[in-house]
């Protein structure tokens, strides 16, 4: 590589560094995918669950060239959203829901686009004949094994991206460019013999290490899945109503994350820092789209929400939320309205029992039939 590549490569980091990105590498678009055949396997598992995009995708998921043909360097950037406080210390609270670090503040994916849209015109700015394109979460792309073979980590035992300097906190972005830039020395596996997050998992999402079944998998079912969430799941989600946090968190590498390299777009939110299921189960479409209004939670839609929300209560123990639930019981959206009937069954088994009498004495829909076999 020449040393007119080398200069432009520092001088993109440093200007990545001045738009906020705090982790920066250059993956060659034509090495050998070895994640490739990994993806393979779990898709052929069934591991992928609802996210059948996941499979409709393979094929241009598999390599940087199978999604563009003229793509000849990868520049991944990476984003802190280091907690300043632990993210397990509302375990312990059931009357609020924990929502995961990275949803509490503004939407990443608006937040590292605006970012890489500006050094994408910086770097047409510097080579005018590049071509490029910029992804962030929403394009067939292996954000996290491009990150490993562009230096910015590895991927953990818990599937993520492992950072030394940042632990397990990175939000990725990358840049498909046509120039040939010089290539970053790939990231090495530092996880060792360590298998806190596999041991953290409230649900025993990780088969072996290095691999997820998502549909197992806490973030996956109060996130992804639309449908009931299966009830094998619902009491280890705990007070959970969007993501999980906790093999991320127990990460020893962690201990070299420091918070105060957060981006300020990621602090939280007052309002998702430690929301009362209370309020939670109050929400109507239009209070949830006002309040989750710039946040990825919003994507979810209210009914999710609400679905994990009543999970949650379920769990509680709180015979204060009873009022809510039953109400939530004649709610227009089926999902909600099973959900409701298993926090019932929960928080007061007899007055479950005497409300689905009532509703099985007026009801022939096979579909109300089923929310109550809970």
Request: glycine share 8%.
């Amino acid at each position: 590589m020449t040393s007119g590549n080398n200069r432009l490569n520092d001088a993109l980091e440093a200007e990545a560094k001045r738009l906020g990105f705090v982790a920066f590498g250059v993956a060659d678009a034509g090495a050998a995918p070895k994640t490739a055949s990994r993806l393979r396997a779990w898709l052929e598992q069934g591991r992928h669950g609802d996210m059948i995009w996941m499979a409709e995708t393979e094929e241009r998921r598999a390599s940087p060239r199978a999604l563009w043909q003229d793509v000849r360097s990868v520049v991944m950037l990476g984003v802190s959203y280091a907690p300043g406080e632990d993210p397990l210390r509302l375990a312990d609270e059931p009357e609020v829901g924990r929502i995961s670090v990275y949803a509490q503040g503004k939407d990443y994916h608006d937040v590292v686009k605006k970012r890489l849209k500006a050094l994408a015109r910086w770097l047409v700015a510097e080579a005018p004949d590049t071509q490029l394109k910029v992804f962030v979460d929403t394009a067939p792309v292996m954000e996290k094994p491009l990150a490993e073979a562009a230096g910015l980590g590895w991927q953990g035992k818990h599937s993520n991206l492992v950072s030394r300097e940042h632990g397990s906190w990175l939000l990725l972005g990358a840049i498909y460019t046509t120039l040939e830039l010089a290539p970053s020395e790939p990231g090495q596996d530092r996880c060792g013999s360590c298998n806190a997050c596999q041991s953290a998992c409230p649900t025993a999402a990780f088969p072996a290490p290095y691999q997820l079944d998502a549909r197992r998998c806490i973030s996956y079912l109060t996130i992804e899945h639309a449908g009931p969430i299966p009830a094998e799941f619902r009491e280890a989600i705990g007070n959970r109503i969007y993501g999980c946090d906790d093999c991320l968190a127990v990460c020893p590498w962690n201990k070299f994350a420091d918070s105060g390299g957060r981006d300020p777009a990621f602090d939280p939110r007052a309002e998702l820092a430690a929301p009362e299921l209370a309020d939670l189960l109050a929400l109507e479409d239009a209070g949830f789209r006002e309040i989750l209004s710039g946040s990825p939670i919003k994507r979810i839609g209210r009914d999710r929400m609400v679905r994990n929300a009543l999970i949650a209560a379920g769990n509680s123990a709180d015979e204060r939320l009873l009022p809510q639930v039953m109400a939530l019981l004649d709610d227009p959206a089926p999902v909600v309205r099973g959900a409701a009937a298993w926090a019932l069954l929960r928080l007061d088994p007899e007055r479950f029992a005497e409300a689905r009498t009532r509703r099985m004495a007026v009801e022939t829909e096979p579909l109300v039939l089923r929310e109550w076999a809970v």
